[in-house]
């Protein structure tokens, strides 16, 4: 790596990784005692869970597991599919296709439906057409691209799921949960999955996913038993016994941000995602720079994609960005020094520091 090396960033703009707040650092710093005898661990737990349905809108149980989103991805296919299980992915992105990858790996006999990096689903003859033709097992879909600045609708997902009786739906939320509406029961989403590094803005050490009753008979059939297996945390913020130890502290911390995100309240945080984002490309237009999703594409207010502009290498813009305390996320694959990313989601959903970030990037894009 050429960049200035940096620990902390004065201006942090990345998409996850989020800055963490003073509360949410403060949990860390207890001593805690063993997460599989105290009663108190598996209270913290369940109010964990309950923080988490209001954000995802279920009433469907909640895992919390150690680990960051990955793990969720993960843990949720393997404990779900079996060789040979028919799998439709809709893919519109880097993390769509890649979950199409990894279901292939386990097995899977997978389908896609390939939607542009820089679109959302529009064509909904085309998805109908893939269900109806391939009869999966599963769907899965990605909420917020997050490569790509992009969020799918999935109201219609969920309808056409029910019409021809689909038993699971998978949805990647990890960097919409939180700074968007996310209706998890309304959709019919049964495996929705989330992280604690993006909105929520806690460390990227815990791991959470929503399972509907659906998904747990089907977690039962297939009797998964990894290590990422879901079947052995049914119910285990009643009973207290965790499959193996829990992380009291990376628990506490996720209860602390979702418990920042449920006092503020839901529609308090989307409407603040929804006006930084508004702010933030207002202000990109007016610098001269231009957004990578197409125009018919549905943006998620909780990031912003932006090309980088001709005459400027990304390496460049990037070290004139961290010479001035501002750091935001590159990219990776096919949009790899082309398409950079301000990462306004949860803590960084901040007007003032919005501002701030906008003013490196005016300078560093006008400096000759
Ligand atoms: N899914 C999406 C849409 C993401 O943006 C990310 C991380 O950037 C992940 C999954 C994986 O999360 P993690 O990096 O926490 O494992």
Redesign the pocket.
């Known amino acids: 790596r050429k960049h200035l090396p940096m620990e902390t960033y004065p201006i942090p703009m990345v998409p996850?990784p989020v800055k963490v707040s003073e509360p949410v650092l403060q949990a860390y710093l207890t001593n805690y005692g063993s997460g599989d005898i105290e009663r108190d661990y598996a209270d913290l737990y369940q109010r964990t869970q309950l923080n988490l349905q209001e954000i995802y809108a279920t009433s469907n149980e909640m895992v919390i597991m150690t680990g960051?989103?990955?793990?969720a991805?993960w843990s949720a296919l393997k404990s779900t599919l079996q060789p040979g299980d028919r799998v439709l992915a809709v893919a519109s992105g880097m993390?769509g296709f890649g979950i199409a990858d990894m279901a292939r790996s386990i097995g899977a006999s997978v389908r896609t439906v390939d939607i542009p990096y820089n679109q959302t689903i529009t064509d909904w003859q085309a998805v109908e057409r893939g269900i109806a033709e391939f009869r999966p097992k599963m769907i899965t879909v990605?909420h917020?691209?997050?490569p790509s600045g992009t969020l799918n609708p999935l109201q219609r997902l969920g309808e056409l799921k029910e019409t021809y009786a689909v038993p699971l739906l998978y949805v990647?939320a990890?960097?919409s949960a939180g700074g968007t509406p996310l209706l998890t029961d309304q959709w019919k989403i049964d495996l929705c999955l989330g992280?604690a590094?993006?909105v929520v803005s806690a460390p990227?050490a815990m791991s959470f996913l929503s399972v509907s009753p659906r998904a747990w008979e089907i977690i039962e059939q297939v009797n998964y038993p990894g290590y990422d297996a879901l079947k052995a945390f049914h119910g285990v913020g009643e009973s207290g016994a965790f499959p193996y130890t829990p992380y009291w502290h990376g628990t506490a911390a996720l209860f602390a941000a979702t418990e920042a995100i449920v006092r503020e309240g839901l529609e308090n945080s989307f409407k603040r995602h929804a006006d930084v984002a508004a702010y933030c490309r207002a202000r990109l237009a007016r610098i001269g720079l231009t957004l990578y999703p197409a125009a018919s594409a549905v943006q998620s207010p909780t990031l912003t994609a932006v090309n980088v502009p001709e005459g400027i290498p990304w390496a460049e813009l990037d070290a004139r960005f961290r010479r001035q305390g501002l750091v935001v996320g590159g990219n990776y694959g096919p949009l790899a020094n082309k398409v950079f990313r301000i990462g306004h989601m949860g803590t960084q959903a901040n007007r003032a520091l919005v501002e701030q970030a906008c003013d490196v990037i005016e300078k560093a894009v006008q400096q000759g």
């Not at 960051?68 to 793990?71: F, H, I, S, T």
């Open positions: 996850g960051e989103g990955m793990l991805l993390f990605v917020c691209e997050t990647d990890v960097s992280g590094q993006k990227a």
